[in-house]
């Protein structure tokens, strides 16, 4: 047989070649794999709403979908005899931070459990444990009407040590899943990541910027006056 002659167009073809089979299989296993993974994400779900609701003899009713106000999300509202499993997600120190909250019918919280995240092990990803009944920064019982914040922002919820944007990211998802089910808008602008914007003035007043740690300024919607980005740049988790 011919040796293939050493060329640039032979060898663009042969790349080509290996480029689209390499493709096809991967196609083929995402393929074969999405069924099961799609699968073990609905029984999680279903699990995690009979966590949250105290339950395990729980029919969901009737599901709700409410759109986020910035337009980049939903809350997805599982309504049960108890009273109902909400669905919320918002950005945590690592990512996207998507948990499940079990309110009453009073809008008293049932149980919570995290359905993804990707916070620090050993850290934020505390939080799956961290506000649970019995723990440092128990929320079970409490009423979001009446506000989580963590006792830094000055509220009454202990933070997870050295996870404080973890803490306020997932106090302002739970915030969020209860304004859903209540049906008062989609957030409290003064509750979790932001709280302490709102409140401070000007030498406090930043927002966490992304996993290098830093703030970044807070702009007019936050702090009357906007601060150089030195002054606020700290370990913050």
Not at 12 to 20: F, K, P
Not at 89 to 113: C, R
Request: glycine fraction near 10%; hydrophobic fraction near 35%; charged fraction near 15%.
């Amino acid at each position: 047989m011919k040796k293939l002659e050493s060329s640039l167009v032979n060898m663009v073809l042969v790349l080509t070649g290996v480029a689209i089979i390499m493709g096809g299989i991967l196609a083929w296993v995402n393929h074969v794999t999405s069924g099961p993974i799609s699968e073990q994400k609905q029984l999680a779900l279903e699990q995690g709403i009979k966590t949250v609701m105290q339950s395990e003899n729980l029919r969901v009713d009737n599901t709700d979908t409410i759109p986020a106000a910035d337009g980049k999300g939903v809350y997805i509202i599982y309504n049960n005899e108890k009273g109902a499993a909400v669905q919320s997600s918002v950005m945590g120190f690592g990512g996207e931070l998507k948990v499940l909250v079990g309110f009453d019918h009073d809008g008293n919280i049932l149980g919570y459990t995290l359905l993804e995240h990707q916070e620090t092990p050993g850290l934020g990803a505390k939080a799956d444990q961290w506000f649970q009944k019995g723990q440092k920064g128990d929320i079970i019982g409490k009423n979001p009407a009446e506000g989580l914040t963590v006792s830094k922002d000055g509220g009454q919820v202990d933070a997870i040590t050295a996870s404080t944007i973890t803490s306020r990211a997932f106090l302002l998802a739970v915030t969020n899943a209860y304004n859903a089910y209540k049906g008062n808008g989609s957030a409290d602008a003064c509750t979790g990541a932001t709280h302490q914007c709102q409140q401070a003035d000007s030498a406090q007043c930043c927002q966490p910027a992304d996993s290098t740690h830093c703030c970044q300024p807070a702009d007019s919607a936050h702090c009357s006056q906007p601060v150089d980005s030195a002054q606020c740049c700290q370990h913050a988790e």
